[in-house]
């Protein structure tokens, strides 16, 4: 079970957050304006890299405020954790075979 | 003859009491300090139990968790544990146990046939029966003979706990590696929780009491240690316990029993049964120890047949003779421990088989000193002895160790320990993903690289099995540790303990599968996982059915797949799939190891939270009121909701059939407290409501109520439910009772993650507010009655709402409707509500006004073909599919999910859409999730499935039976005839329009 550092709260155990999926898919501005394609891209399709992912989390019985966390998919690691709406920190990227 | 197995002296045992316990039926004594096993073992009882599949007689094996065989239901109900291994339940006074999976008894088992039949038993049997011909030819008398322990058949009635630690060090292992790590860090003043799953400290140092750490005997060091370690404040010591879950970020888990090892009626009443402990370390040491691997040769699971390190357990830990006539068979020099204990207990030592070609080593050496006989080369091709072992046949081997010459000497024994080298208890680190490689010098698999950071492996669990290394490798992982966790050094610490080099135990002839004088699985069988009765017979038919993975082996012959997980077989199918493909081991790879290590209650799980704690219950302000008036009730989410109100003689039928009845011609009322409450507040709150929902609510007036309806980006339907302005930037949003907390996350998550310049703020105010519904012809006149609100329909239209006081209570009241009925829906705080509700009541009474349920809504609700979210939808439905067009603003440029609209899959005509069915007959009615179908059942299948009902009742308004249901194009089906085959029957029905009562919508006016 992660111990994920809610950037509000400090330290918690994986139980109390909810987990909101890769980070950074921006809404369109103007979905009208985009292919079927392109508005299939942002609504259903996401990365499953193994490896670094940027990913939201929401601490749902604590300050239930959102926030990114970037963690390694294959260790678990949780790299850094940095709030809603700043850019993200540059990681390397970690490669497995 | 009580206990005539017990040596005259020696052992972790205290011979001054004396405990009576129970064995399938009989009695028999033995000692504080006890096992089970070892308590049978000192009364001569060898054989425990009957084996999985072909009820073969079986002994106990080992000392500790790694037991395939002695598994024994313990206790009587409704406080009867199955499964549990005799080698590790503690004696306590009346203990009563029976052996498990025998009829009509241990000695004499018809099931045992089962044997002579086994070569129609192969593995992968159900599998093949699913092809071919039937497996229910066979299901029943498989399920009848195979199987283990029962579970209890009333509920338990024991308490249990749950915990939670944090440490800066947790230490899974009390023996020499696990104590100085813990005194280590423990003396740097680290928080330490050691935890050891038997009753005491010392782990194999309990066997070998003879050891020297520091100079002193091990006992008098372990001793020194638990004392040490007791007297440091920040050192918890829990013994009883066991590590059995790692998982991600040092989060792990520990059962403790903490009054099992007391007679049921001696248990302090203040404590539970047993505590799980969620331990959360900054750093763990895992000196989890090791596992003898036993060889796989043939017949080799008779009673009296252990793992040498078993036998040398029982002498020395306990006392006890396991056999009166030895015969000790090894690959390698750990062997020849047992042996030299046997020796000096006094039992009459047959000899040493030695699978190497020469005795090597210190303890083989000693051996041959001591005058034991030793036959190098050689192998136990067999054995014989029904209940018990009688004779095993040795035979010299060929240079390859693959063949075996002669027919093989018998010899006389009852007792033949066994050792094919040592596993490293590696569970729990690879649960943590730490990976293995395969140490060709110590012939096992050991922990290579660890997944989680702040982890560390040592003593036997590492492989280190030479005592004095292991207690350096500890210490200093202990040190290390607690340098980690922010605890420096003094520079005036002690050393590691020091201790010779015992345990080494190369070299080491790696034989996996020993021969026989006949090929594999002729003549007898080498069992390789005895709990499921799997032998390497059954490797080698996977391998020749063209299984080559490890994993795929495992799932079709169930090797490691029963309740020790192969602690004793994993390797061995592993070494024999090797051996057999010509394989390096390695390259055969291991299995996953997965928690739990060994079994966890559920009740240990699940700790206190049962019964009315198992998750939280919500009540109304009004529950008592419905209990009183003999409601039943629905559970929606966590809500208790009124379901209907039976009056004496109705059925649920009646009951609901006249509340519905009622409301129409008169007057109902509806607790509908639960319906979520969400108030939507700030500058911004129009225009966020404008994006949430799919039709426009910046234009609503003050004082007006409108229907929403929101979607996901996919375009599905999410919530409905109306939201009335109080103010300018001022919302009050109801949803559905289930979806309140849903849509209150949904509401935040594009607040906090996407539009966080958006001035709004969200309140849940579900709790503050009771809310009544009266419904019907007469609720306007009952409004009237008991409020100072101005009901007329200028002042008081329908979907407004007006504040004043109802009963004296300041009220919030909305006119809305989902009856199709003039409704208020009348919100007072909560703590009035059961005052409001009663006056409207007793005012109420001249108008009959009627208290219905939720079936009621629902049937007064389907009357009029309103949807219920989640029963009409699924998640896979959209607004134009529930002809709900009406309430996609057309005008928005943009809303959650509009997009998704126009995706070319949204507009096909043949989508399921919401439509009304009757049955042909009109009084039968369909049950709910009925499949359509086109044809009347003479077509052959499959038959295309056109839709499925959603929602269905008897409409006492209507007169018939109504249905809602989605069916393919089904707007284009008006009128058609489409069939509902049942279980029994064909029900033919029509396609209508989903409105069955006052289409015209005129009765909510009055």
Known sequence: MLLIDCPHCGPRSETEFSYGGEAHIARPLDPAALSDAEWADYVFLRDNPKGLIRERWMHAHGCRRWFNVARDTVTYEILTVYPMGAEPPDLPERRYP | ?1006
């Open chain 2, 1 to 1006: 003859m009580a206990q005539s197995f017990r040596l005259p002296e020696g052992g972790v045992i205290d011979r001054s009491k004396s405990l009576r316990f129970s064995f399938d039926g009989r009695s028999y004594e033995g000692h504080p300090g006890d096992t089970l096993a070892s308590a049978l073992l000192a009364n001569g009882v060898h054989l425990v139990g009957r084996s999985f599949k072909y009820h073969r007689p079986r002994g106990i094996f080992s000392a500790g968790a790694e037991e395939p065989n002695a598994l024994v239901q313990l206790g009587e109900d409704p406080r009867t544990d199955p499964n549990q291994r005799a080698t590790q339940v503690e004696l306590f006074d009346g203990l009563t146990a029976m052996p498990q999976h025998c009829w009509p008894s241990l000695e004499f088992d018809l099931n045992e046939t089962a044997s002579l039949a086994s070569r129609f038993l192969p593995s992968g049997f159900y599998y093949k029966t699913f092809m071919w011909p039937n497996w229910k030819l066979f299901e029943g008398p498989i399920r009848h003979a195979a199987g283990l322990g029962r579970a209890p058949r009333l509920p338990d009635p024991d308490r249990y706990d749950k915990t939670y630690a944090h440490c800066d060090l947790l230490v899974v292992g009390g023996g020499p590696a696990g104590l100085a790590a813990a005194l280590a860090a423990g003396r740097r003043g680290a928080r330490v929780l050691l935890v050891e799953q038997d009753s005491t400290l010392g782990g194999h140092l309990l066997s070998s009491p003879d050891s020297e750490i520091d100079g002193q005997p091990a006992a008098e060091w372990v001793e020194a240690a638990r004392a040490e370690l007791e007297s440091l404040p920040e050192v918890r010591v829990l013994t009883r316990s066991t590590c059995f879950a790692y998982y991600d970020h040092n989060f792990l888990g520990v059962l403790e029993k903490v009054t099992d090892h007391y007679a049921p009626y001696s248990r302090p009443q203040h404590l539970p049964r047993q505590r799980m402990w969620k331990v959360r370390a900054a750093q763990v040491v895992l000196a989890s120890g090791a596992i003898e691997r036993p060889p796989v040769f043939r017949d080799n699971d008779r009673p009296g047949i252990m793992l040498a390190s078993a036998a040398s357990a029982y002498l020395r830990r306990w006392g006890v003779k396991p056999g009166g006539r030895a015969l000790v068979l090894t690959n390698n020099d750990s062997g020849y421990r047992a042996a030299l204990d046997l020796k000096n207990a006094g039992v009459d030592l047959a000899a040493v088989i030695d699978l190497r070609l020469a005795a090597e080593g210190p303890l083989s050496a000693q051996a041959r000193d001591e005058g034991i006989p030793i036959r190098s080369g050689h192998a136990v091709t067999g054995t014989q002895g029904h209940l018990r072992l009688r004779k095993a046949f040795v035979a010299p081997m060929d240079g390859e160790g693959r063949r075996v010459f002669g027919g093989g000497e018998p010899i006389e024994c009852d007792l033949l320990a066994v050792s094919g080298g040592w596993n490293p208890t590696v569970h729990l680190f690879c649960q943590s993903k730490g990976s293995l490689e395969w140490d060709e010098q110590l012939a096992c698999f050991r922990p290579a690289r660890s997944m989680q950071r702040n982890q560390a492996v040592v003593g036997g669990a590492n492989g280190t099995f030479a005592l004095g290394e292991a207690l350096r490798e500890a210490h200093a992982a202990g040190l290390q540790a607690a340098e980690a966790a922010g605890f420096a050094g003094s520079g005036s610490e002690r050393q590691a303990p020091r201790a010779g080099g015992e345990g080494d135990f190369l070299p080491l002839r790696e034989i996996y599968l020993v021969p026989s004088i006949q090929p594999v699985g002729q003549g007898g069988k080498h069992f390789v996982d005895q709990q499921h009765d799997v032998a390497a017979s059954d490797l080698l038919l996977a391998l020749r059915e063209g299984y080559r993975s490890i994993e795929h082996v495992k799932r079709y012959t169930t090797t490691g797949m029963a309740t020790d997980q192969g602690k004793t077989s994993n390797v061995n199918a592993i070494g024999i799939v090797a051996e057999h493909l010509g394989k390096p081991v390695p390259e055969v790879g291991v299995t996953t190891f997965r928690p739990p290590y060994t079994a966890v209650t559920f009740g240990a799980f699940a700790g206190r939270d049962v019964d009315g704690l198992l998750d939280p219950e919500r009540t109304t302000p009004m529950h008592g009121w419905h209990q009183a008036q003999g409601a039943a009730f629905e559970d929606v989410g966590q809500w208790k909701r009124a379901w209907y109100y039976p009056r004496p003689g109705e059925d649920m039928h009646t009951a609901v059939a006249r509340e519905v009845k009622a409301t129409r011609d008169s007057l109902g009322i509806l607790d509908a407290t639960t319906l979520g409450k969400i108030e939507v507040r700030g500058p911004d709150a129009a225009r966020f409501l404008d994006l949430v929902y799919t039709n426009m609510f910046s234009t609503l007036k003050v004082g007006r109520c409108r229907y929403g309806l929101m979607l996901k980006e996919d375009g599905m339907v999410f919530d409905d439910g109306v939201t009335s302005r109080l103010a300018e930037d001022r919302f009050l949003m109801t949803t559905t009772t289930g979806g309140a907390a849903n849509v209150l996350d949904w509401l935040e998550e594009w607040l906090q993650t996407e539009w966080p310049e958006m001035k709004v703020y969200l309140t849940s105010v579900t709790e503050q507010w009771a809310t009544m519904t009266i419904s019907g012809p007469k609720a306007k006149a009952l409004l009237g009655e008991v409020s100072d609100l101005k009901l007329d329909s200028e002042t008081f239209p329908h979907m407004s709402f007006a504040e004043g006081r109802v009963a004296g209570v300041k009220a919030r009241v909305f006119r809305i409707s989902f009856t199709g009925e003039m409704s208020f829906e009348i919100n007072v705080p909560a703590r009035y509500g059961l005052a409001v509700w009663e006056t409207l009541i007793r005012a109420g009474a001249k108008y009959a006004i009627t208290p219905y349920g939720t079936e009621a809504m629902h049937v007064l609700r389907a009357e009029k073909g309103f949807i219920i979210v989640g029963q009409e939808t699924d998640g896979s439905v959209t607004p134009l599919d529930l002809g709900m067009n009406w309430i996609v603003s057309k005008k928005k440029p943009d809303f959650l999910g509009r997009r998704s609209l126009f995706r070319p899959d949204m507009q096909k005509p043949d989508r399921k859409q919401l439509v009304g069915i009757e049955t042909e007959d009109g009084r039968e009615v369909l049950p709910e999730g009925a499949q359509l179908v086109e044809s009347n059942g003479a077509a052959r299948p499959p038959v295309p499935m056109v839709g499925h009902v959603t929602s269905s009742y008897w409409s006492p308004n209507c007169g018939k039976a109504i249905a809602l249901a989605l069916v393919k194009g089904g707007q284009a089906r008006m009128g058609q005839r489409l069939y509902a085959p049942l279980a029994d029957r064909t029900v033919a029905c029509t396609i209508t329009e989903p409105v069955f009562f006052d289409k015209a919508g005129e009765r909510l006016h009055g």
